[in-house]
């Protein structure tokens, strides 16, 4: 445990929401009026995950490793760059300990899918569920979230290599 290196991570993203997308949010593509717009499918809270992750291992941010000006990602899904993110950190021989995401929107209501995105996470982060931890909340209609003009998502990350 003494040698055993601790390190932790922040991100953030934010995408619009428009008609005619759909909307994808921890792995789980959930039934609304809008989805959020992007180059990938634009999951918003994986996108915030993914640079927590990168962040405590300092290995730059998501456009970084994943370029929106690359055709290669476009329309992917956000999924398969958790898993490539997940294997950068393990190159570097970081385990994951846990992490926790925080949804910002009005609509829809997250509640009823957490178990789902802890289970979609989980097992794509090779971790237990109970190391996911995923809350939504309003911003009382306030500001660009409050106007359901986009979603923004913040996740922590806590990493260590044995
Ligand atoms: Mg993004």
């Given at each position: 445990?003494?040698?055993?290196k601790?390190?932790?991570?922040?991100?953030?993203d934010?995408?619009r929401?428009?008609?005619?997308?759909?909307?994808w949010?921890?792995?789980?593509?959930?039934?609304?009026?809008?989805?959020?717009?992007?180059?990938?499918?634009?999951?918003?809270?994986?996108?915030?995950?993914?640079?927590?992750?990168?962040?405590a291992a300092?290995?730059r941010?998501?456009?970084?490793?994943?370029?929106?000006?690359?055709?290669?990602?476009?329309?992917?899904d956000?999924k398969?760059?958790?898993k490539?993110?997940?294997?950068?950190?393990?190159?570097?021989?970081y385990?994951?300990?846990?992490?926790d995401?925080t949804?910002?929107?009005?609509?829809?209501?997250?509640?009823p899918?957490?178990?789902?995105?802890?289970?979609?996470l989980?097992?794509?982060?090779?971790?237990?569920?109970?190391?996911?931890?995923i809350k939504?909340?309003?911003?009382?209609?306030?500001?660009?979230t409050?106007r359901?003009?986009?979603?923004s998502a913040?996740?922590?990350?806590?990493?260590y290599?044995?």
């Amino acid at each position: 445990m003494s040698n055993c290196k601790f390190r932790t991570g922040l991100g953030f993203d934010v995408h619009r929401l428009v008609e005619d997308r759909d909307l994808w949010l921890c792995g789980v593509k959930l039934d609304h009026t809008h989805g959020l717009l992007g180059h990938s499918d634009a999951d918003v809270a994986i996108h915030a995950l993914c640079d927590a992750l990168l962040g405590a291992a300092a290995l730059r941010d998501i456009g970084y490793h994943f370029p929106d000006s690359d055709p290669a990602y476009k329309g992917a899904d956000s999924k398969i760059l958790l898993k490539e993110v997940v294997r950068l950190l393990s190159d570097k021989g970081y385990l994951i300990g846990n992490v926790d995401i925080t949804i910002c929107t009005e609509a829809p209501k997250i509640n009823p899918h957490i178990t789902r995105m802890q289970t979609t996470l989980a097992e794509i982060m090779q971790v237990d569920i109970d190391d996911i931890s995923i809350k939504a909340t309003t911003t009382e209609r306030l500001g660009f979230t409050g106007r359901r003009e986009g979603i923004s998502a913040y996740a922590t990350a806590l990493i260590y290599r044995p």
